[in-house]
């Protein structure tokens, strides 16, 4: 209880330390979308190109990313997609941030055991663990890692430099189905009612904490935060939900600005598209492939 | 209780009868029936839980009876009616709602594309859309916080964009639930002003509240809510100077205080502290 652990001191400092970084890290995370947004809307030279057309060249290179078959093909990808980032406003500290060091840890969970278990011809040994490392282990390793950063970076180049809206308009346009992308709206803005709840219930708990509690009662306390933060924030989403109804809202995206496709926009398509096709077609073509 | 209305020879913006309405096993409304004529401005006046707000959701076609009729400008709403898309839009044309909470009402990120939302659903066109949200900036002063995220807004300033971005589509039925809620005086004035600019407009106003302060200035005519049903109806001096109702209704309730001079004495005090708003 709050009293007793009052009472026997505790690690009042450790306790407001947590509570104060979660709330630090939702208002960051809030901060961080609001960014995301002017990013989104500010100069830059895959801002400027139609989302639709945008959508679908990266689109494009994502998927050959996913299923190139040369390493040097795939590094091509990553420089093309780092170079369209710098050149959209969007800096490598960002990119390191939101995706690589993320999708680093993630991929290197799997891929690091592939260097010493894929058999295959020996390139060194770990020392006191006599585990020898094999070419191909390597290999196997630097494609899951490359092409999961590579996808990665060009997937979040699409949401970096659109507004979300207009994200779903061109996903709209291209055929994916009106439910899907009703679905997906939703999911983004759930996403921010979500934390805009997690800070509001925090800080009512931090308003209310007079000291540190014992772990078992910390953790009760904790998963029925989680279960109040869900049920709240559904109830909130479906409000808003109900609110985008009463404006006329049927699932549809209506932008003020219908989105037009210009001359550079089909120029820009031509030269994603050409990347890829040169990525894909990388082991065929003479004298510069690498075939291993 | 037999549909009565104000004026029984006005066409009825809407009309209940018999209405029922449940969230699970909760009743919220039990056997309503009343008939909202064109033109005139209502205050739906209850405590909190009579089911001022689930009427409202009614009347917005956001949720069904469970049992009775519920029709609006002659036509009857059902979930299965709404489906259809040309009934859906003529409806959400000619009806807005309000919401006591202006956080679930604003759901984009600029004030600017809050109050294009509607007009957008509606299918306005560009140059329209532009020159009616620069209008409604400007009337509601909020031409200053036109690039701003709604969120980062004051309670204030928030209860004014969700106002603009309903009024911005020229509906002709208002609704609105609580709609000075947790203001401060100086904002209360600018709503209750707005609202009290509707009255002989043309326009049909439903107000949703406890705050007898405001009743005056904005309704016509009163319908009193206790425990999901309707227990009283009639014009707002009527209904104001009738204490005993609200007593019984819970709109007034015996304050008790001692003077200076020591002699102690009640009155009745007007319930219109709003939920969460500090005593």
């Given at each position: 209880m709050g009293e007793q652990t009052f009472l026997r001191g505790g690690?009042?400092?450790?306790r407001g330390d947590f509570l104060e970084r979660l709330l630090r890290g939702l208002l960051d995370a809030m901060d961080h979308a609001a960014d995301a947004e002017r990013l989104?809307?500010?100069?830059?030279l895959l801002q400027r190109l139609d989302p639709r057309i945008k959508t679908l060249g990266l689109l494009a290179l994502v998927?050959?990313?996913?299923?190139?078959k040369s390493l040097v093909a795939l590094a091509l990808l990553f420089v093309c997609a780092t170079a369209l980032a710098l050149a959209s406003g969007i800096t490598l500290r960002r990119l390191a941030g939101q995706v690589w060091i993320g999708v680093l840890l993630f991929t290197g969970v799997l891929a690091v055991p592939a260097i010493v278990l894929v058999p295959g011809d020996a390139v060194a040994v770990v020392p006191l663990l006599d585990w020898t490392i094999t070419r191909q282990g390597l290999r196997g390793a630097a494609f899951l890692i490359g092409r999961a950063q590579t996808a990665a970076t060009f997937a979040l180049l699409v949401m970096l430099t659109t507004p979300w809206p207009q994200v779903l308009k061109a996903l709209r346009s291209l055929g994916v189905p009106l439910i899907l992308v009703a679905i997906l709206g939703m999911t983004h803005r759930y996403i921010f009612v979500l934390l805009e709840s997690s800070v509001q219930l925090f800080e009512a708990k931090r308003s209310r904490v007079m000291g540190p509690l014992p772990g078992p009662q910390r953790r009760r306390l904790a998963m029925a935060s989680v279960v109040v933060l869900l049920e709240r924030s559904l109830q909130l989403a479906t409000e808003v939900h109900l609110a985008m109804i009463a404006r006329g809202y049927r699932g549809e995206v209506h932008l003020?600005?219908?989105?037009?496709?210009?001359?550079?926009?089909?120029?820009?398509?031509a030269g994603l598209l050409s990347i890829a096709a040169v990525a894909i077609g990388w082991p065929w073509l003479p004298a510069i492939g690498d075939r291993g | 209780m037999p549909a009565t209305a104000a004026h029984p020879h006005t066409a009825a913006a809407f009309e209940l009868v018999d209405v029922h309405y449940a969230y699970q096993d909760i009743p919220a409304l039990n056997g309503v029936s009343l008939r909202i004529p064109t033109g005139q401005c209502i205050a739906l006046l209850g405590a909190n839980g009579s089911g001022k707000s689930t009427?409202?959701?009614?009347?917005?076609?956001?949720?069904?009876?469970?049992?009775?009729?519920?029709?609006?400008?002659?036509e009857e709403l059902s979930d299965e009616r709404m489906q259809q898309e040309s009934l859906a839009y003529a409806f959400r044309r000619?009806?807005?709602?309000?919401?006591?909470?202006?956080?679930?009402?604003?759901?984009?990120?600029?004030?600017?594309?809050?109050l294009a939302f509607g007009p957008l659903q509606l299918g306005w066109t560009r140059e329209e859309i532009l020159r009616c949200v620069d209008a409604m900036l400007a009337e509601f002063s909020l031409a200053d916080l036109k690039h701003r995220s709604p969120h980062r807004l004051s309670g204030g300033e928030k209860k004014r964009v969700a106002l603009a971005c309903v009024l911005i589509t020229r509906p002709e039925v208002l609704l609105l639930d609580e709609p000075t809620a947790a203001l401060d005086p100086r904002?209360?004035?600018?709503?209750?002003?707005?609202?009290?600019?509707?009255?002989?407009?043309?326009?049909?106003?439903?107000?949703?509240?406890?705050?007898?302060?405001?009743?005056a200035?904005?309704?016509?005519?009163?319908?009193?809510?206790?425990?999901?049903?309707?227990?009283?109806?009639?014009t707002s001096t009527d209904i104001l100077g009738d204490g005993a109702l609200l007593r019984a209704t819970q709109l007034l309730h015996a304050h008790w205080h001692v003077h200076a001079d020591g002699l102690a004495h009640t009155h009745d005090h007007r319930h219109h502290v709003a939920a969460g708003e500090p005593l």
């Open positions: 690690h009042p400092r450790r989104a809307a500010g100069p830059g998927v050959t990313a996913v299923f190139v003020l600005d219908e989105l037009r496709t210009r001359p550079r926009d089909w120029l820009a398509l | 009427l409202l959701r009614l009347l917005a076609a956001l949720c069904f009876p469970d049992r009775g009729r519920l029709a609006a400008f002659g000619r009806v807005g709602l309000v919401f006591q909470n202006p956080d679930v009402q604003l759901f984009n990120p600029t004030v600017f594309d809050e904002s209360q004035g600018e709503v209750v002003r707005c609202l009290a600019g509707c009255r002989g407009s043309g326009r049909t106003v439903v107000t949703a509240t406890h705050n007898l302060d405001i009743v200035e904005i309704a016509d005519y009163c319908f009193v809510l206790q425990a999901g049903r309707l227990v009283a109806q009639g």
